[in-house]
């Protein structure tokens, strides 16, 4: 059994009096990649904040149960220090526009008032944008706003910004949706990469790419968790039939390649 | 569709679109009109001595502005330092917490005070401040001044920080960056030029505010920088010379107009220069 | 990503056809040189770990085509790789066939020398070796040439069959030996059909050309 970097138990998401998410168990495996798979409006994206405590900024907003990172209790923590151990990769490339890309890398730091000496700054820049793939193509541009990029490379610039802070869990909320097919498929095999280093926890509609990237995939349906299992094992013989029905295309799914 | 109607259809078109276009000069008409007879009469008035000495009294010659212009000075300067940081912080207020009761009844009192005519607002500040103090003063001039800023800045930094993606405060909580920071350090600085804007828009139009001023600073004929005496403002000076029987002042008036007009649009023009220099796009 | 597990694939079907290679030979040696060693080799140890591979390749081809969804040039890849995987399996069966007949005649007398058994383990042996060398290098040529060879297998399997009713006519006492060679001939001839099967495969999975069924225009 992989040990569990993440776990939750009996975890519930409200907005107001809407239950969202329901009662959810689950364990998320150590420096793999683990996909939450379900159709739209299914909650997926809402359990997530949970994890790095985004849900409660929300107004009306409650959760309920317990999430435990490392075998701590997420929400007896003090939620900055959770966001930077659990950090999230955005469905919109979200580059800050009045930074230079150096600084958009360094944000966690920066922002936070955190010093750093000059060397530690241009390593900390090199490692994560090399982390996400995109060291060679900016590596003579740190010091121009990145608005210039594509979308592919604004979301992995992105990425190298959340990689900058050392996260133990990388929380990627459909991260590939807003990207053309190329960029999606550079992104795909960055995560691939990344659970070397980190563990990689993505949302997503698109079951293809449940199938290509992760090891295992939890099903979610209507706030539930239905069924959770290695992914070559859970694509071809579904425990659960809702999860059958969901995979042939019964209900739900998005139409990609 | 039949040929007649088409061409029917085509003139109409082009009719309306010649109307707007008439109408749009039309309405540029009296500001051209104005600057065109402000300058005609008041550029001659524009020496140097005009600038820097005090108005002489009558039947002299010369004189100059001098003591409005600082007066015009160090009230915007009083009325600015509390009603930038104030009305910057209850704009970030109204934009962050707008679900909140207490901004809708914020925003209903912002707007009231927007439409509050500066007069009430002279009496107001007249009544709080010149009476219990017991003197005119420069510091009740800019009070009401101030007053009269804070509508237009809170709005402009309400609407300024609406229009900044959530998806750029998403991004800095997700960093692990507290909320405080992220608003000073993120956000704010996203929406600088548009808040920017707002308040210097705001200066434009309170620099040339005659009526508060009248029973707060009251005016002086010499140079002032005590706070907590009278001073003289460029509007009211305009508004004695201009309704006095000397020609002589007439002359100051005109020039002082001139001055006024010039710094209001050189206020607008620098607003857009600025604005399209330093905004953010996202 | 895909290349990688297709490479993978592949890999394991290599060790599979190994493991059944060396299966005919320890029988066809055990028959031959008479070691039981050899035979019940075969039948203990070798012919459950070849049951567990193909299970294990069929399960990967199949989660395969649902991860990745393959398409043209790599779908027919997996699917071959299945059928090949199917067919080194019935392979081994027919090795542990032979070595069980096998088991049976070395503890009699031979009911005569044995040539063209030995002949056919040779030939069936060699058409085997050449469809795994024709699927690892892609080599088209390589595997029609052994859908050739299938009839020098088919005449030798005639042969035996002819010379052993021979036997079994004049002395009833060799007739159940003689079944049992009968039945290793069959085998053979088997494995050398099934080697062809692959080899049409091969041919299907580079070229995206079907030869199977056709008998002379290979």
């Given amino acids: 059994m992989e040990s569990a970097v993440l776990r939750t138990e009996a975890l519930s998401a409200y907005f107001g009096e809407t239950e969202v998410v329901k009662r959810v168990h689950l364990r998320i495996p150590e420096k793999k990649v683990t996909s939450i798979m379900g159709p739209s409006g299914c909650g997926k994206s809402t359990l997530i904040r949970c994890f790095n405590r985004m849900h409660e900024m929300i107004s009306g907003a409650r959760v309920e149960g317990k999430v435990y990172l490392q075998e701590q209790d997420v929400y007896a923590m003090d939620p900055i220090t959770v966001r930077t151990r659990i950090g999230m990769v955005f469905q919109r490339p979200n580059p800050f526009p009045m930074m230079t890309i150096r600084n958009n890398v360094l944000a966690g730091y920066k922002l936070n008032g955190i010093r750093l000496s000059s060397s530690e700054r241009d390593e900390i820049v090199e490692t994560s944008l090399r982390g996400a793939a995109l060291w060679d193509e900016v590596k003579d541009f740190l010091n121009r706003k990145g608005t210039f990029l594509s979308g592919g490379q604004q979301q992995r610039l992105c990425i190298a910004r959340a990689l900058a802070v050392n996260p133990d869990v990388l929380l990627f909320d459909e991260p590939t949706s807003a990207l053309d097919p190329k960029s999606t498929a550079h992104i795909e095999s960055l995560m691939i990469e990344l659970k070397d280093q980190v563990t990689v926890t993505l949302v997503t509609h698109n079951t293809a790419q449940a199938g290509r990237v992760s090891d295992f995939i939890a099903f979610l349906y209507l706030g539930e968790l239905i069924e959770f299992g290695p992914t070559g094992q859970l694509m071809t013989i579904p425990k659960d039939k809702r999860t059958e029905e969901f995979l042939t295309g019964k209900f739900g799914q998005e139409e990609k390649r | ?282 | 990503m895909i290349k990688g597990r297709l490479e993978e694939l592949k890999g394991q079907l290599t060790e599979s056809a190994s493991l059944v290679e060396a299966m005919i030979e320890k029988s066809a040696r055990g028959l031959i040189e008479r070691k039981k060693e050899f035979l019940l080799e075969v039948i203990e140890k070798d012919e459950e770990r070849e049951n567990r591979i193909e299970l294990e390749i069929d399960e990967a081809c199949i989660q395969m085509i649902a991860r990745y969804q393959p398409k043209a040039r790599d779908l027919r890849v997996v699917m071959m790789i299945a059928r090949m995987n199917n067919d080194f399996e019935r392979i081994a069966d027919e090795a542990v066939n032979i070595a069980e007949a096998s088991l049976f005649l070395i503890e009699r007398a031979a009911v005569k020398p044995l040539v063209d058994i030995p002949r056919m383990a040779q030939e069936a042996m060699g058409m085997m070796r050449d469809s795994l060398a024709a699927f690892m290098t892609e080599d088209t040529g390589l595997a029609r040439d052994v859908c050739r060879r299938d009839d020098i297998v088919d005449g030798l399997r005639d042969q035996v069959l002819r010379e052993l009713i021979t036997f079994m006519a004049s002395d009833p006492a060799a007739i159940e030996r003689s079944i049992q060679l009968i039945r290793i001939s069959r085998s053979l001839e088997r494995i050398a059909d099934l080697s062809t099967n692959i080899c049409e495969d091969v041919v299907y999975m580079v070229d995206g050309q079907s030869i199977r069924h056709y008998t002379q225009d290979r």
Avoid at chain 2, 12 to 32: C, E, H, N, T, W
Avoid at chain 2, 86 to 115: H, M, N, P, S
Avoid at chain 2, 247 to 273: D, Q
């Fill in chain 2, 1 to 282: 569709m039949r040929e007649s109607r088409l061409t029917w259809r085509i003139a109409k078109d082009r009719g309306f679109r010649g109307m707007i276009i008439f109408l749009a000069l039309l309405s540029m008409a009296p500001l051209v009109l104005i600057i065109f007879y402000i300058m005609r009469n008041g550029l001659l008035s524009l020496t140097w001595n005009f600038f820097v000495e005090l108005p002489r009294p009558v039947g002299e010659g010369g004189g100059g502005i001098s003591n409005a212009l600082v007066g015009t000075g160090l009230l915007v300067l009083i009325a600015a330092i509390p009603s930038i940081p104030l009305g910057v912080a209850a704009g970030i207020y109204l934009c962050e917490y707008r679900e909140k009761k207490l901004a809708y009844w914020a925003a209903l009192a912002v707007d009231v005070l927007q439409g509050t005519p500066s007069i009430v607002i002279g009496i107001i500040v007249y009544v709080w401040v010149v009476v219990s103090v017991g003197s005119f003063s420069a510091l009740s001039g800019g009070m009401a001044l101030g007053i009269m800023m804070l509508p237009m800045i809170i709005k402009g930094t309400e609407e300024t920080l609406m229009l900044i993606p959530h998806a750029m405060k998403e991004a800095a909580l997700a960093l692990g960056v507290p909320y405080y920071r992220t608003i000073l350090k993120v956000i704010l600085p996203a929406g600088a030029s548009g808040i920017m804007t707002g308040v210097l828009i705001s200066i434009g139009r309170v620099a040339g505010e005659t009526a508060p001023l009248l029973f707060t600073a009251f005016g002086n004929a010499f140079m002032n920088l005590n706070v907590l005496k009278p001073v003289n403002a460029l509007p009211m000076l305009i508004y004695n010379y201009a309704t006095s029987p000397y020609p002589e002042w007439h002359r100051l008036a005109w020039g002082a107009s001139c001055v006024l007009v010039g710094f209001v649009l050189t206020l607008n023009l620098s607003v857009r220069i600025m604005t399209r220099r330093w905004k953010v796009q996202f």
